[in-house]
């Protein structure tokens, strides 16, 4: 059984708009190459034909992929969020104590995760580390360097 995932409106419409993509335009462009790599004879010595039935394949299993994850993909209304903990959707305004540093994450779905936009994914280890933390509340997240402690200064949405 698949698990579901869940995505703002934003992230689900670029899902759907890349499966669209791959099956409109590249699905039609392989097989095109597929079928001018079998016009040239032979094809057990055809490289060219190998190289877009392997192409074909990686394609397909993409598709498969992201038709999945768009067959279990829940959006979340922010309305319906409790504002009291970390959840997806949260903007988490945090404090690492070692550091003496502030910084400000927003959860979101794994596929949405964009380090550079302040999104991380609630499936990384910070992420899962923040979820269901309430302001005041110190994280103590397991990372590769060690134990970072998070102090969680705000919660917004």
Excluded: C, F, H
Aim: charge should be negative.
């Amino acid at each position: 059984m698949s698990q579901l995932t869940y995505y703002t409106e934003e992230g689900l419409a670029k899902l759907k708009a890349e499966l669209d993509q791959l099956k409109k335009v590249e699905r039609p462009a392989i097989s095109a190459q597929i079928a001018e790599a079998r016009d040239k004879g032979d094809l057990s010595e055809n490289a060219e034909y190998d190289a877009a039935k392997e192409a074909q394949g990686m394609l397909e299993m993409k598709i498969s992929k992201l038709e999945n994850l768009v067959s279990n993909a829940r959006i979340v209304d922010e309305k319906d969020l409790d504002v009291s903990k970390a959840l997806i959707l949260s903007t988490v305004r945090l404090k690492n104590l070692a550091m003496k540093k502030e910084m400000s994450y927003t959860l979101v779905a794994e596929n949405e995760a964009d380090l550079k936009a302040g999104k991380i994914s609630v499936e990384s280890p910070i992420g899962k580390g923040l979820l269901g933390k309430k302001v005041g509340d110190v994280a103590e997240i397991l990372v590769p360097n060690g134990t970072l402690k998070l102090e969680i200064l705000e919660i917004t949405r």
